[in-house]
Structures are given as C-alpha cells and as structure tokens.
C-alpha cells in the first residue's frame, strides 16, 4: 500500500476518519460519510458517543504526558483536526508554547484538513502534518525525524488513539509497534485506545456490533475487536501507567468524563504506558 491512499479511492466510500468525525459533530465529512454513519448509529447509538469517549481519553493522556515532563509528540493516524488536538491540549497543559507534534494520517482528506488547520492556526515550528502509513515503520520513523520536531534522546508522547482496531494482525501492528518502542528513549509514554466487542449489554447490541462490524467492510477502514489482552500486548514490556488497561472513562475521569458511571457501556479500552530505562 502506497503511504498515502489515492484521493479518489479515499473519496468513493466512507472513511473510518470522516465518519469518526461526523460522530464528533465535525464538518470535514462528505454525504457518503454522513449515510454510512447514520446507519451503523441507527442500528448501534452507542457508536456516537463512543467516538467521543475515546477523544475525551486523548485528552486526558496528553495532558498526563505532560504533566510527566513530556514535550514532544508523535500522533500517528491523527484522522481530520477537531477539537480538542494534541497540539492543543499540550499546549494548553504545558502553558508555555514549548510542546511540539507531528502528526501522521495516511488519509489524503484528514491530511489536507490538518495541513490547513496548522498552516492557519499553529505554530510551523512547532507543529506538522505528514503522510504516512503507520505500517511502515522503519520509513515512517525517518520522515517524522526529518520534520526536525523529534529530539531523539527526549521523551517522546507517542499517540495512537482509536486506530488500531483498523488493523488486522496480519498486517503485523504488533511488530509496528515493536519497532516505535525501541526507538524511544525511557520516560517516553505510548497512549492507545481500541473497540472491543467483548461486553454486549444483550443480545440485541450483539448482533448490531455485528451488523457494524460487516458495514464496515465497505469502507476504506474495515474494524476488528481485540480482547483487553490482545490490547494490552501492543505495550510490549513498558509498565502500564496507573489503573492499567481499562475502559476509557475509566482512565483518570474529570467532571467532563461521559459515561464516568459505566466505563464498559463504551465498549473502548484505553491505557498509557511508559518506558522505564534499560
Ligand atoms: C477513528 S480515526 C482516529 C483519529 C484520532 N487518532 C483521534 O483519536 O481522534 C482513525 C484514523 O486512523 C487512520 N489510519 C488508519 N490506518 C492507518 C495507517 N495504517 N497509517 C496511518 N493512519 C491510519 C485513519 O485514516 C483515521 O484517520
């Protein structure tokens, strides 16, 4: 697969970026977009807000990264700007405009929108958008260094947040995220989050997440359910940042946490993790 996914093959279905978005109340979403999502929401509600929770726990983990001392940032399948981006919540948490990010789509649609989002509203020297397909490490690696952003021998925040259940084991994210880990140096923190399908409240939600599960065939991001093992496994042997793999709201909630009540509903599994030195 080229880095990057053709414009026009990215544009003739539904994309897992732009639909994610309309969930958040986006605009950068297109009619076939807006169709598809409200047809798995119709059929599955909690897809929505989910979408939400899962944004909400990126927040949270990268104000936590810097209140950990981290200032630099490695978002990869950043999907289309919207509220609440690293740069911003860094920068927020930080308060004095020293934290950096790169972020990496290789969706042409959420790359155009954040090129023109950092061109308009962020710092150039602080921030980028780049192509890239996380699957290509080792290449991948060399183009964010490139960007100058990535200090090597400095802690590194390295954010995949509601993407890996877009990857199927065959194509080895597991060995993807081998090689990220032994490319940073200790006190670097990975944050990730994942569907799971493991806790149907029913039957009837059994069969909508199956029923979502086969729609998404049809778009450019087809979606598998990892167990919270499996999930946890994309850690590697980095210890896990108190309370561990959970159910995203229960992550460190605040007063804004949606479903702070019951974590599972969500059905998003989230942790940080950090590497601790040789
Ligand atoms: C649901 S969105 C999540 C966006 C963002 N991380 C967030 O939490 O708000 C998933 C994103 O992963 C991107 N993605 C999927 N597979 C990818 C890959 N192999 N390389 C880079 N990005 C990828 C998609 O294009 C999409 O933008």
Redesign the pocket.
């Known amino acids: 697969m080229d880095a990057m996914r053709s414009l026009e093959g990215s544009l003739d279905r539904p994309?897992?970026?732009r639909v994610?978005d309309y969930f958040l109340g986006g605009t950068r979403n297109y009619a076939i977009d807006r169709v598809f999502a409200d047809k798995v929401r119709a059929a599955l509600p909690i897809i929505a807000p989910a979408a939400r929770t899962?944004?909400q726990f990126?927040g949270r983990a990268v104000h936590h990264c810097v209140d950990a001392g981290i200032r630099q940032f490695v978002?990869?399948?950043?999907?289309l700007p919207t509220e609440g981006n690293v740069h911003e919540v860094a920068d927020t948490a930080s308060g004095a405009g020293d934290t950096r990010v790169v972020y990496?789509?290789?969706?042409p649609v959420?790359l155009a929108h954040s090129q023109i989002l950092l061109a308009e509203t962020a710092d150039p020297t602080r921030h980028h958008a780049i192509a890239?397909?996380?699957?290509r490490p080792r290449e991948l690696w060399k183009e964010i260094r490139k960007t100058g952003l990535v200090t090597p021998d400095e802690p590194v925040g390295l954010v995949i947040?509601?993407?890996l259940h877009?990857?199927d084991d065959d194509q080895d994210p597991a060995g993807a995220l081998d090689y990220y880990r032994a490319q940073l140096p200790p006190g670097s923190m990975l944050v990730l989050s994942h569907i799971t399908t493991q806790n149907p409240v029913d039957d009837a939600e059994r069969e909508a997440m199956d029923y979502v599960a086969a729609q998404y065939e049809s778009t450019t991001?087809p979606g598998l359910s990892r167990t919270a093992a499996q999930f946890a496994r994309f850690f590697g042997d980095w210890p896990l940042e108190e309370p561990g793999v959970v159910y995203a709201p229960a992550w460190h909630p605040d007063d804004r946490t949606l479903f702070a009540d019951d974590p599972p509903r969500t059905h998003v599994l989230a942790g940080v993790a950090r590497k601790t030195a040789a």
């Not at 978002?75 to 999907?79: C, E, I, K, R």
């Open positions: 994309s897992a970026a994610y899962c944004r990126l978002d990869l399948g950043s999907g990496v789509d290789n969706e959420a890239g397909d996380l699957l947040n509601a993407v877009f990857i991001n």
